[in-house]
C-alpha cells in the first residue's frame, strides 16, 4: 500500500525548494495554499514580477508513477497539446523529502464551475476550440504497454463486471447480459491503434478563461490517469457524460474533431458506454464518492432495462 504524506511541506520549504530547483528563478515567491488540489498538495506561486505557478505534491508519493508523469509532460509540450506546462521537478527528492513538480498557473475557472454563466455564443465557441484540442491530443501516438488494447479491454471490462457483481450492482442475470452484449461486439476492439487518452474529461479537468468576446476553451487539466487507449473512450466519456451539461457544444465540438463515425467505431462506442459504467461503479466506490458512484448505477440500470426483451 502506498504512503499517504499526512502532513504536507510547509510554505517556507515549498519556497526554499522552488528557488533551488528553478535556479534562482523563483527566488521570493509568494506561497499560497491551492484549495483545488485533489491528489495533490497545491500550491499558487507568485513571482515578485507577479508571475505565477502551481507547485504540486502527490498525496501519496509514487516515484515511477511521477516519472512517466514527466515523460508525458514533454510529450504534451512537444505536440502542442493544450495544458498547463511542467517547468521544473524533483523527482530524486534532491530539494524536499517528497517528489514535486512546478507547471504554469493558467488563470480562469474550469468548465464545471463556470458552465452555468456561459451564453449559447460561449458554449458554440467553447464546443469549437475543445474539439481542436482533443483532436491535437488524439493525434499523440502513445504506446505505454506492448498488450493489445482489445487483449487490455477485455481483461478490464471482464474484471469491471465481475467487481460489480460483488458490489450488487450486477446480479448473475445482467452479468450474462452485460458479458453476451460485449462478446458479440468484441472483434470491433481488433486492431485498434493506441494513442494518448485523457481518461478523466470531466468538466473540472477542461480550463476556460473569460475574455474580451466572451468564454474560451484554454487547457486540458489533470493528466494523471491519462493512456495510451481507444481515443473513442474519450469520446463516448466526453459526449455521453460531460457535454450534455452544456447542449450547445455538441454540434461545434463534433464538426471540429470530426471523428469517423463507421460501423466499426460504432460498436466501439456500445462497448465503452457500458464498460465506462461498469468502470465508474467500481472506481467511485474505491475513492469514496457515493454520489457519482450512485450516477452510474443509475445509468447501467437504465442500460439493462433497454436490453430486456
Request: charged share 30%; glycine share 6%.
Amino acid at each position: 500500500m502506498q504512503r499517504t504524506l499526512t502532513v504536507p511541506p510547509s510554505q517556507d520549504e515549498i519556497a526554499q525548494a522552488a528557488d533551488e530547483i528553478s535556479g534562482g528563478a523563483l527566488a521570493g515567491v509568494r506561497v499560497e495554499p491551492w484549495p483545488r488540489g485533489r491528489s495533490h498538495h497545491a500550491y499558487v506561486l507568485t513571482t515578485p514580477t507577479g508571475e505565477q505557478f502551481l507547485f504540486k505534491v502527490h498525496r501519496r508519493p509514487h516515484a515511477g508513477r511521477m516519472r512517466r508523469f514527466l515523460h508525458l509532460a514533454e510529450l504534451l509540450a512537444a505536440r502542442k497539446v493544450p495544458h498547463a506546462a511542467v517547468r521544473w521537478s524533483d523527482v530524486d527528492r534532491q530539494t524536499l523529502p517528497v517528489p514535486y513538480y512546478i507547471q504554469d498557473f493558467i488563470t480562469g475557472e474550469d468548465a464545471a464551475r463556470s458552465s452555468g454563466l456561459l451564453s449559447f455564443t460561449d458554449q458554440h465557441r467553447v464546443g469549437e476550440e475543445l474539439g481542436t484540442g482533443l483532436r491535437i491530443m488524439h493525434r499523440v501516438e502513445y504506446v505505454d504497454t506492448p498488450m493489445p488494447w482489445a487483449t487490455e479491454l477485455d481483461d478490464r471490462l471482464r474484471t469491471r463486471a465481475a467487481e460489480c457483481r460483488f458490489l450488487d450492482a450486477l446480479d448473475q442475470s445482467s452479468h450474462a447480459t452485460v458479458i453476451s452484449f460485449y462478446e458479440e461486439r468484441r472483434a470491433a476492439l481488433e486492431g485498434v491503434e493506441r494513442r494518448l487518452t485523457h481518461d478523466d474529461l470531466n468538466l473540472a479537468n477542461l480550463l476556460l478563461q473569460r475574455r474580451g468576446d466572451g468564454w474560451h476553451f484554454v487547457a486540458f487539466l489533470d493528466f494523471e490517469r491519462a493512456r495510451g487507449r481507444d481515443p473513442l473512450l474519450d469520446l463516448v466519456r466526453l459526449e455521453s457524460w460531460t457535454l450534455p451539461a452544456c447542449p450547445a457544444m455538441m454540434t461545434p465540438f463534433r464538426d471540429s474533431y470530426a471523428h469517423v463515425d463507421d460501423e466499426r467505431a460504432r460498436r466501439r462506442a456500445q462497448i465503452y458506454e457500458v464498460y465506462l459504467l461498469l468502470a465508474g461503479i467500481v472506481w467511485y466506490r474505491q475513492n469514496e464518492l457515493p454520489e457519482r458512484e450512485r450516477f452510474c448505477r443509475e445509468r447501467l440500470a437504465e442500460w439493462l432495462s433497454t436490453r430486456r426483451t
